[in-house]
């Protein structure tokens, strides 16, 4: 599996470098998401602007992330999704659960936003 991971302060970006997500890339990509969530990344952003083709066990990856992230932190999609990505998630309905941004810039200023809103609410 071919990704690149860029970690900042506040979040980290895992860029997917293949263009199917599907039962041969997920074992390992849901093993990397834990490994980074107990390295304490507090937000990640998934781009999957790369990824042409998702299968079930992909998502199941990325519902792996959202759960991981879900208390305490933000994971957010981003990227250009092709739209066989998009049609795949809204028929299976995770467009209503999963936080997806067209860009990764868009993605940075979500991610420090809920960063703001944390921080206030702990205050």
């Known amino acids: 599996m071919k990704y690149n991971i860029d970690k900042q302060d506040q979040y980290a ?19 990397d998401f834990i490994i980074f969530n107990q390295e304490g990344i507090r937000n990640l ?8 083709f998702v299968d079930s066990s992909g998502l199941s990856a990325i519902l792996t992330g959202h759960r991981l992230w879900k208390d305490g932190g ?3 999609i981003a990227g250009q999704l092709h739209p066989m ?11 209503t659960i999963l936080t997806i941004v067209p ?4 993605a940075v200023d979500y991610v ?12």
């Open 13 to 31: 970006v895992l860029t997917l470098e293949e263009e199917n997500l599907n039962s041969i890339i997920a074992p390992g990509l849901k093993s």
């Open 74 to 76: 933000s994971f957010v």
């Open 85 to 95: 990505v998009t049609k795949l998630i809204e028929i299976s309905r995770l467009d």
């Open 112 to 123: 420090k936003m809920e960063e703001i809103e944390r921080e206030l609410k702990a205050g």
């Open 103 to 106: 860009t990764l810039s868009e």
């Open 45 to 52: 952003i998934f781009d999957l602007s790369q990824v042409k």
